[in-house]
Nanobody, 124 residues
Framework: QVQLVESGGGLVQAGGSLRLSCAAS????????IGWFRQAPGKERDFVAF????????YNADSVKGRFTISRDNAKNTVYLQMNSLKPEDTGNYYC?????????????????WGQGTQVTVSS
C-alpha cells in the first residue's frame, strides 16, 4: 500500500506558476501510474494529468494542455505537476492518486490511493 503526500500549493496571481509535488512512501512507487485531480468547492473532482509508471505515457486534460506538465522521478518517489500561465479557473484542491492500471485513467474511481490534497488559489 502506498501513501501519498502533496505539497507546493499556495496563492498566486493569474499568469503565475506553481510546482506541485506528490511524495510517495510505503510501497513500490515505480509500479504505480499517477494521476492529478482537482476539486473546486461545490464541484466534482476533475482529472488534470496522468503519467505512467515509467514516464513513457503522459496525458493532460484539454483545459490544461500547453500550460501544465506532469513528470516523475522514481529515484525520489515523487511526481511533479508544473503549472504555468495559471488562470482563476485553475483554483481548487489538487490531489495526486495512484493506480496499478492504465484503464479509465481520467476517472477517480480507477485510483486506489489518494493524498490529502494541496490548495491552489489563483487570483485575477
Amino acid at each position: 500500500q502506498v501513501q501519498l503526500v502533496e505539497s507546493g500549493g499556495g496563492l498566486v496571481q493569474a499568469g503565475g506558476s506553481l510546482r506541485l509535488s506528490c511524495a510517495a512512501s510505503g510501497g513500490t512507487f515505480s509500479l504505480y501510474n499517477i494521476g492529478w485531480f482537482r476539486q473546486a468547492p461545490g464541484k466534482e473532482r476533475d482529472f488534470v494529468a496522468f503519467i505512467s509508471r515509467n514516464s513513457v505515457g503522459t496525458y493532460n486534460a484539454d483545459s490544461v494542455k500547453g500550460r501544465f506538465t506532469i513528470s516523475r522521478d522514481n529515484a525520489k518517489n515523487t511526481v511533479y505537476l508544473q503549472m504555468n500561465s495559471l488562470k482563476p479557473e485553475d483554483t481548487g484542491n489538487y490531489y495526486c492518486a495512484a493506480t496499478l492500471t492504465t484503464v479509465a485513467r481520467t476517472l477517480p474511481g480507477a485510483y486506489a490511493y489518494w493524498g490529502q490534497g494541496t490548495q491552489v488559489t489563483v487570483s485575477s
